[in-house]
């Protein structure tokens, strides 16, 4: 999508009126912060600078430029898409394939509520993931390719293509400068897409946020209720292989059903879903955020929770189901490929979730049986 203008300058041109949303965006995001923050003579300057800037530079830029760039870390399957538009910046591809490039508010019901993730070699699970959080209200995911091989775009052409997911590739030579790419993915999350969504979930593709309380529809109808707090703190229900060596058939919610007891230590962490009003950066670990304004997170019994783990497990309204073994094979797949935040499981993980893994927990089993969610993998 192009505009002319008419200049004498021979380097001005076509302008990509995405690239331009974009950065607009980020600039909007920059503004809503120094408000919180309280505005100042330099704010104020620094702003109107900025967008001075902007304009000059989209008006005098694009002819200059080459539209592809052939980038050592891309990956071929981006040359194939005569819709895309790579865009290029300090360790990220990113490949847009929406079909509008339309801004929508924050209250807007379809993207009130949005899923950020950070996925590796995950080619097998993906589809059935997003079908689920989609169906739970996400109206947008952003998915950021941590270095797949081959990288996951052919499994994701048809969600981007209607807008729902945006996709991201870190290439695997700046993986290696990044201390912590999951925190380095929240955070450019936040910075990005703030204001565009009330509330992003940070939450990873073996985990499925779990609806239990009846009274309300979807995600959306749930947050409504959190609005005035940093975020909602949702507890874990972590899953062992419930038997199984190699991947079964059917995906992930139709074939795991033993669980740990939910007030097991390892099921007190929380993952977060944050309100873009409040939320600040990502902290040390993927669990929980700093916040402004003095906000903190709450779990949904409106107890503060300021760190990764809460007292109790509180999931009467909502849980977060973590399939974090899978079957034994899927396990040793996810030692292979690594982690996110660089920490390295191991075998004898396994044994321990397998010795606690002794509850029944057969909800999310009953409700994937019961909607038919695509579990297989989308055609290349």
Not at 228 to 235: P, S
Not at 357 to 374: D, K, P, S, Y
């Amino acid at each position: 999508m192009h505009f002319e203008i008419n200049s004498k300058d021979p380097l001005c041109g076509k302008i990509d009126v995405s690239a331009v949303f974009f950065e607009l965006t980020c600039l909007t995001s920059e503004v809503v912060v120094a408000a919180r923050r309280g505005w100042t003579s330099m704010t104020h300057l620094s702003i109107c600078f900025k967008l001075t800037c902007l304009l000059v530079s989209c008006m005098c830029s694009a002819q200059s430029l080459p539209q592809r760039r052939h980038l050592k870390d891309a990956p071929e399957d981006f040359d194939d898409l005569n819709d895309s538009s790579l865009t290029v910046n300090a360790v990220t591809v990113d490949v847009k394939l929406q079909a509008s490039s339309k801004s929508f508010h924050a209250q807007s019901r379809s993207q009130y509520f949005a899923i950020c993730v950070s996925a590796k070699d995950q080619h097998e699970d993906i589809s059935e993931w997003i079908e689920y959080h989609e169906q739970l209200g996400a109206g947008k995911i952003y998915l950021y390719d941590d270095s797949s091989s081959p990288p996951m775009l052919g499994q994701l052409k048809s969600y981007i293509q209607s807008g729902l997911v945006e996709y991201h590739y870190i290439g695997q030579s700046n993986h290696s400068s990044i201390a912590r790419p999951q925190l380095y993915v929240y955070d450019q999350c936040i910075t990005r897409y703030r204001s565009l969504h009330q509330f992003i979930a940070f939450i990873d593709v073996d985990e499925f946020l779990f609806l239990r309380d009846l009274k309300v529809a979807d995600m959306p109808a749930l947050l409504h209720d959190y609005e005035d707090y940093g975020g909602l703190a949702v507890n874990w229900v972590q899953f062992g292989s419930s038997g199984h060596v190699h991947r079964p058939r059917g995906g992930t919610l139709a074939n795991f059903w033993k669980c740990i007891p939910l007030q097991h230590p390892e099921n007190l962490h929380i993952k977060t879903i944050a309100n873009t009003l409040y939320v600040d950066r990502a902290t040390g670990d993927p669990h929980h955020f700093s916040y402004l304004q003095g906000k903190v997170a709450v779990n949904e019994k409106y107890m503060p929770v300021e760190g990764s783990r809460t007292v109790t497990n509180e999931i009467s309204r909502v849980a977060l189901y973590h399939y974090v073994t899978k079957s034994l094979d899927e396990y040793q797949s996810k030692i292979d490929r690594g982690s996110a935040m660089k920490n390295f499981k191991t075998m004898e993980f396994f044994d321990n979730v397998e010795k606690e893994a002794v509850e029944e927990c057969r909800e999310a089993m009953q409700w994937a049986n019961n909607i038919g969610l695509h579990t297989g993998t989308q055609e290349q």
